[in-house]
């Protein structure tokens, strides 16, 4: 778990002018309350919350980010309220904590891909600050760590749920570890006689993995030392859930496997990066088609780096990422990496700029505000400014255009239930028909068989469904009138 000091320490490294004291606070309201013996799927140990601040701050964030991880549930388990929140932590940190117990209400049930991209994308719109789905994604990887004491029932529901919501928006922000770690820990769970199997093979491996690994990483220092270059060389065997998607992939034994390990090149100059190419390629015979130059076509997350696999000693095939420190940084920490290390993103791709646009206000707001006291003030970013993204009381997601009523809803739910539309409640509380819904709204349709459609709400429905229908039921109508015979 860590110990507070520990956690303090990490914080002190990257953030020496943090209020440490508040994390010792925070510590102390995550103390008050254990849960029963017998854990749920809300039921979060003092070592559950330490565990997702440790992982925040492994991720570099500040203390503010730090403490609310350490309070992430304190609302929701009614260890305290949001009034004493800020009063003694400030605003910050009490809009963080209750924007992430909000989050909490959201179950994703279904499994079904595009609802399940619905969901990531409500996640991100709900949220506001991508500081509050970053420690999201934390408490659910100190979720992860700690299934094993829950049941197997609950063991599988958190790491279906996982595998579907966070491990997609883990790599969406660019946070490739945190996904690799969820990916493991999945197959851990939902396949663990094909992980047992897998790791006590590796297992039996791993003097003469740590060997090879040993020699390659001599021989490349070696030669790149010949020509001056400063990089760094690390290697590792790869992920258990890496190797078992290869060997289903490609239908192999793992005998069979022959790119097992994979080695990574740091250098300081994009131009170093392709001088360590052609070094590789010269001393090994490159694998062909296995070559991908992401540092000229960026993914989508801004992720770059020169991908490579060379046949190595022993006739292995050997997989190489080259990239230099800023790539790494980005690899390492994701788009949240601009926020934290930049003083300004307008490098990024358009594109990405488009989809994260909030994210340069946040970082323009980081700088007016300081200590960010004032942050929940200027909150209202929003990522996707066209859409809304709301529920039905069963928690299914459902996506509109802004402006969408309830009107809206309930067409888009049936066709029927839009004609009988009577009133709707939305978050338990009635609203009128033109309300336009916002994001996480929990909506409730009430309807009569009396009732009937008409030309007004034409005016209310924003979605071409809506107004569609409306327009079909009014033209029948008006048909079947003059179709009746004259008396």
């Given at each position: 778990?860590?110990?507070?000091?520990?956690?303090?320490?990490?914080?002190?490294?990257?953030?020496?002018?943090?209020?440490?004291?508040?994390?010792?606070?925070?510590?102390?309201?995550?103390?008050?309350?254990?849960?029963?013996?017998?854990?749920?799927?809300?039921?979060?140990?003092?070592?559950?919350?330490?565990?997702?601040?440790?992982?925040?701050?492994?991720?570099?964030?500040?203390?503010?980010?730090?403490?609310?991880?350490?309070l992430h549930d304190v609302i929701e388990d009614h260890i305290v309220s949001v009034t004493e929140l800020e009063q003694e932590?400030?605003?910050?940190?009490?809009?963080?904590?209750?924007?992430?117990?909000?989050?909490?209400?959201?179950?994703?049930?279904?499994?079904?891909?595009?609802?399940?991209?619905?969901?990531?994308?409500?996640?991100?719109?709900?949220?506001?600050?991508?500081?509050?789905?970053?420690?999201?994604?934390?408490?659910?990887?100190?979720?992860?760590?700690?299934?094993?004491?829950?049941?197997?029932?609950?063991?599988?529901?958190?790491?279906?749920?996982?595998?579907?919501?966070?491990?997609?928006?883990?790599?969406?922000?660019?946070?490739?570890?945190?996904?690799?770690?969820?990916?493991?820990?999945?197959?851990?769970?939902?396949?663990?006689?094909?992980?047992?199997?897998?790791?006590?093979?590796?297992?039996?491996?791993?003097?003469?993995?740590?060997?090879?690994?040993?020699?390659?990483?001599?021989?490349?220092?070696?030669?790149?030392?010949?020509?001056?270059?400063?990089?760094?060389?690390?290697?590792?065997?790869?992920?258990?859930?890496?190797?078992?998607?290869?060997?289903?992939?490609?239908?192999?034994?793992?005998?069979?496997?022959?790119?097992?390990?994979?080695?990574?090149?740091?250098?300081?100059?994009?131009?170093?990066?392709?001088?360590?190419?052609?070094?590789?390629?010269?001393?090994?015979?490159?694998?062909?088609?296995?070559?991908?130059?992401?540092?000229?076509?960026?993914?989508?997350?801004?992720?770059?780096?020169?991908?490579?696999?060379?046949?190595?000693?022993?006739?292995?095939?050997?997989?190489?990422?080259?990239?230099?420190?800023?790539?790494?940084?980005?690899?390492?920490?994701?788009?949240?990496?601009?926020?934290?290390?930049?003083?300004?993103?307008?490098?990024?791709?358009?594109?990405?700029?488009?989809?994260?646009?909030?994210?340069?206000?946040?970082?323009?707001?980081?700088?007016?505000?300081?200590?960010?006291?004032?942050?929940?003030?200027?909150?209202?970013?929003?990522?996707?400014?066209?859409?809304?993204?709301?529920?039905?009381?069963?928690?299914?997601?459902?996506?509109?255009?802004?402006?969408?009523?309830?009107?809206?809803?309930?067409?888009?739910?049936?066709?029927?239930?839009?004609?009988?539309?009577?009133?709707?409640?939305?978050?338990?509380?009635?609203?009128?028909?033109?309300?336009?819904?916002?994001?996480?709204?929990?909506?409730?349709?009430?309807?009569?068989?009396?009732?009937?459609?008409?030309?007004?709400?034409?005016?209310?429905?924003?979605?071409?469904?809506?107004?569609?229908?409306?327009?079909?039921?009014?033209?029948?109508?008006?048909?079947?009138?003059?179709?009746?015979?004259?008396?």
């Amino acid at each position: 778990m860590g110990t507070l000091t520990e956690l303090v320490n990490k914080v002190k490294t990257n953030h020496p002018e943090s209020k440490f004291y508040l994390i010792e606070n925070a510590y102390r309201y995550a103390s008050r309350s254990e849960p029963n013996a017998t854990q749920s799927f809300n039921s979060i140990t003092l070592e559950h919350r330490v565990g997702a601040a440790n992982i925040i701050a492994d991720m570099r964030l500040d203390a503010a980010c730090v403490c609310s991880a350490l309070l992430h549930d304190v609302i929701e388990d009614h260890i305290v309220s949001v009034t004493e929140l800020e009063q003694e932590f400030g605003e910050t940190i009490a809009f963080l904590v209750e924007a992430i117990s909000r989050l909490d209400q959201y179950h994703f049930t279904s499994h079904e891909e595009r609802e399940a991209e619905s969901f990531r994308k409500m996640i991100l719109a709900t949220a506001k600050d991508i500081r509050v789905v970053l420690i999201k994604i934390a408490e659910r990887l100190a979720t992860m760590r700690m299934l094993k004491t829950l049941s197997a029932d609950i063991q599988k529901a958190i790491t279906l749920e996982t595998m579907d919501i966070y491990a997609p928006l883990a790599e969406r922000l660019g946070l490739q570890w945190l996904k690799g770690e969820f990916e493991d820990l999945s197959f851990r769970y939902l396949e663990p006689q094909a992980f047992n199997e897998l790791d006590l093979l590796v297992n039996a491996l791993a003097d003469d993995t740590e060997r090879y690994l040993k020699d390659m990483i001599e021989t490349i220092n070696k030669s790149l030392t010949e020509y001056e270059l400063e990089t760094e060389v690390t290697g590792r065997c790869k992920r258990l859930s890496s190797l078992h998607q290869e060997m289903i992939r490609c239908g192999l034994t793992f005998n069979q496997v022959q790119d097992f390990v994979a080695f990574r090149i740091i250098t300081e100059k994009v131009a170093d990066c392709y001088t360590v190419l052609e070094i590789i390629h010269s001393q090994w015979t490159p694998v062909p088609g296995r070559f991908k130059d992401f540092i000229k076509k960026p993914k989508s997350n801004k992720y770059q780096s020169l991908h490579t696999t060379v046949v190595g000693p022993g006739e292995l095939e050997v997989e190489l990422q080259i990239r230099t420190r800023e790539m790494h940084k980005i690899a390492e920490y994701g788009i949240a990496a601009h926020w934290l290390y930049k003083e300004h993103i307008s490098d990024l791709d358009p594109k990405l700029v488009a989809s994260f646009a909030w994210l340069r206000q946040l970082a323009d707001l980081q700088k007016e505000v300081g200590d960010l006291e004032e942050f929940n003030k200027h909150h209202q970013l929003d990522p996707f400014p066209d859409d809304v993204y709301v529920l039905t009381p069963s928690g299914n997601v459902m996506n509109f255009p802004r402006g969408a009523t309830p009107l809206d809803f309930a067409y888009a739910i049936q066709t029927d239930l839009g004609h009988r539309f009577t009133s709707a409640r939305v978050n338990a509380t009635q609203v009128p028909i033109d309300y336009e819904l916002q994001n996480g709204d929990v909506v409730e349709i009430y309807s009569e068989n009396s009732n009937q459609a008409n030309a007004r709400w034409l005016e209310i429905v924003v979605t071409k469904t809506a107004r569609s229908e409306i327009n079909a039921y009014l033209c029948s109508k008006q048909d079947s009138v003059q179709q009746e015979p004259t008396k």
